[in-house]
Antibody, heavy 119, light 107 residues
């Protein structure tokens, strides 16, 4: 069974940093691309970042470019999102999602990790 | 970036109703469109990809159609478990973009 479990969320002040982790199991992690998608309270879905299976290809949404950094560790079956210079508008539930066999379709999602940016 | 627009934003319907949700892209995306269902407090769940292909395990009352810039998600006979919010997503190119969502409510 495919499982994605996020951790690392919490309350942080504006300008602060946080690192999210997503632990994967139930599939061959090293052969799949991974994504982060966020959802502000009461709002819709916003794609944040993508990393390919080999880490050779990385994309970011313009809203986080230069502040967020995605990485992965195949030995730990994990993907990470380093978030720096956090702003109020980064407050959201952050989901990690697997890039499916059909590329760019998100076929499995974690339960999410809540990030709150507030003073 | 490709903008995705869903309509309506909210839809009130009864069990057994046929329901149709529309998604429009700001430019042609061929058939590179997916649909997701999200229930309150839960992560989204993939329903349909490539505009009309049903994900494994998804009930056959769900169907998708369209190509280019206009797409529809249809639920042939609404069931109690289907009251949720539905999102379309284009995967023609990055950044991946989602529609604003359609909340299907009980009438």
């Amino acid at each position: 069974e495919v499982q994605l479990v996020e951790s690392g969320g919490g309350l942080v002040q504006p300008g602060g940093s946080l690192r999210l982790s997503c632990a994967a199991s139930g599939f061959t992690f090293s052969t799949y691309g991974m994504n982060w998608v966020r959802q502000a309270p009461g709002k819709g879905l916003e794609w944040v970042s993508y990393i390919s299976s080999s880490s050779n290809t990385i994309y970011y949404a313009d809203s986080v470019k230069g502040r967020f950094s995605i990485s992965r560790d195949s030995a730990k079956n994990s993907v990470f999102l380093q978030m720096n210079s956090l702003r109020d508008e980064d407050t959201a539930m952050y989901y990690c999602a697997r890039d499916g066999i059909v590329l760019m379709v998100l076929d499995y999602w974690g339960q999410g990790s809540l990030v709150t940016v507030s003073s | 970036d490709i903008q995705m627009t869903q309509s309506p934003s909210t839809l009130s319907a009864s069990v057994g109703d046929r329901v149709t949700i529309t998604c429009r892209a700001s430019q042609s995306i061929s058939s590179w469109l997916a649909w997701y269902q999200q229930k309150p407090g839960k992560a989204p769940n993939l329903l349909i990809y490539k505009a009309s292909r049903l994900e494994s395990g998804v009930p056959s009352r769900f169907s998708g159609s369209g190509s280019g810039t206009e797409f529809t998600l249809t639920i042939s006979s609404l069931q109690p478990d289907d009251f949720a919010t539905y999102y379309c997503q284009q995967y023609n190119n990055y950044p991946l973009t989602f529609g604003g969502g359609t909340k299907v409510e009980i009438k």
